[in-house]
C-alpha cells in the first residue's frame, strides 16, 4: 500500500472514531435573550447567523456595510423572534470603525455576550499577482478589524463571561492555491486568537474563544469566484450558519464545518508532503 493511501485509510479511521464519539451538548434555550454583536450580517453565512439567532430569541446587532440590505435583515430577524434588533452600517476597511461599532452595540443592548467575527474582504480567486497592496487591505479588513473588535469587546465580555467567535476557513489551517492573501488573514486569526485564548485562561478570564473552520460554502460570492477551479462540493450556507452558532454556545475550541475537516487537519499535520497532491487535485490550474 503507498503512503497516499495509507494517509487516506488513517484518516478514514480518524474520522470514524469522531464520529462515534462525538455528542451534541448544543441547548437552543441557551441562546434566549443573549446579545450578539455580528460581523457580515447582510448576506451569505452571516445572514444565516442573524436568522438562526433570531429563531432561538437573542437580541442582536447587525452590521455589514450596505444599510439597505441590513434593514431587509433586520426586518426578517425580527419576523422570526429576535428579542430585539438593531443595525450599523460600517467598513472595516476603516481602522475606526470597530470602536464605533462596539460603542453602539453595547449602547443599544447594555452588554454583550456574543461577539460574532464573521465579515471579509472581497478578493480575488486567483494565483499571486504581486498586488502587495490588496494584501495591506485585506490584512486590515479580515485580521486587523477583528483585533480591534475583540479588543473593544473583551471588558465587556469579562462581565458577562461571555464568547468571540471567530469565522475561518480551512484556508486558514491548510494552504491552497488561488488564495494566498486570504489564506494568509485566515492563518493570521489562528494564530492571533489562539494566542488570545491560552492568555486568558492564564489570567483566569472566563471568556471563550471558538475558532470556526468552514469548507466550501454555497454563498453567492463563492460559487462566482470558484466555478471551473475547484473540484469540491459546495455545502449550504444555513448549515454552516448553524454549526457556527452552535460552536459558540456550547464554547468549543474549534468548530468545523463539515466536521470531516477536523481529521482532515491532523492528518495534514502527520503527513504533510502525501497531502500536497490532494490540494492539487482539487484544483484546475489550466483554468486560472
Known amino acids: ?3 497516499r493511501w495509507k494517509a487516506l485509510w488513517a484518516a478514514g479511521i480518524a474520522a470514524g472514531l469522531l464520529a462515534l464519539f462525538w455528542r451534541d451538548t448544543f441547548n437552543p434555550e441557551t441562546i434566549s435573550g443573549t446579545r450578539v454583536l455580528l460581523t457580515g450580517a447582510s448576506a451569505g453565512i452571516g445572514e444565516q447567523m442573524a436568522y438562526h439567532y433570531s429563531r432561538f430569541g437573542a437580541e442582536i446587532v447587525l452590521t455589514a456595510r450596505r444599510e439597505a440590505v441590513l434593514q431587509k435583515v433586520m426586518e426578517r430577524c425580527l419576523q422570526l ?9 460600517a467598513d472595516m476597511s476603516s481602522p475606526a470603525e ?9 449602547q443599544k443592548m447594555g452588554g ?11 478578493t480575488p480567486f486567483q494565483m499571486w499577482d504581486g498586488d502587495v497592496e490588496h494584501t495591506r487591505w485585506l490584512l486590515q479588513v479580515n485580521f486587523l478589524s477583528y ?3 475583540a479588543t473593544a469587546a473583551l471588558p465587556v465580555l469579562m462581565e458577562s463571561k461571555g464568547s468571540v467567535v471567530v469565522v475561518s476557513s480551512i484556508s486558514g489551517k491548510i494552504a491552497t492555491p488561488f488564495a494566498t492573501s486570504y489564506s494568509a488573514t485566515k492563518f493570521a486569526l489562528d494564530g492571533f486568537f489562539s494566542s488570545l485564548r491560552h492568555e486568558l485562561a492564564m489570567q483566569k478570564k472566563d471568556v471563550s474563544i471558538t475558532l470556526c473552520v468552514l469548507g ?3 454563498t453567492e460570492t463563492a460559487l462566482e ?15 454552516a450558519a448553524l454549526a457556527i452558532l452552535r460552536g459558540g454556545a456550547t464554547r468549543a475550541r474549534e468548530a468545523f464545518y463539515p466536521w470531516w475537516l477536523e481529521p482532515l487537519c491532523y492528518m495534514r499535520g502527520w503527513f504533510p508532503s502525501h497531502w500536497d497532491w ?4 482539487s484544483y484546475n490550474y489550466t483554468s486560472a
Open 1 to 3: 500500500m503507498s503512503a
Open 81 to 89: 423572534g429576535a428579542k430585539k434588533v438593531f443595525y450599523i452600517p
Open 98 to 106: 470597530p470602536e464605533r461599532v462596539m460603542q453602539f452595540a453595547v
Open 112 to 122: 454583550l455576550d456574543y461577539l460574532v467575527l464573521n465579515h471579509i474582504g472581497v
Open 147 to 149: 483585533v480591534a473588535l
Open 216 to 218: 466550501l460554502i454555497d
Open 225 to 239: 469566484k470558484t466555478r471551473g477551479l475547484v473540484y469540491m462540493d459546495a455545502l449550504p450556507a444555513t448549515e
Open 278 to 281: 490532494v490540494i492539487q487535485s
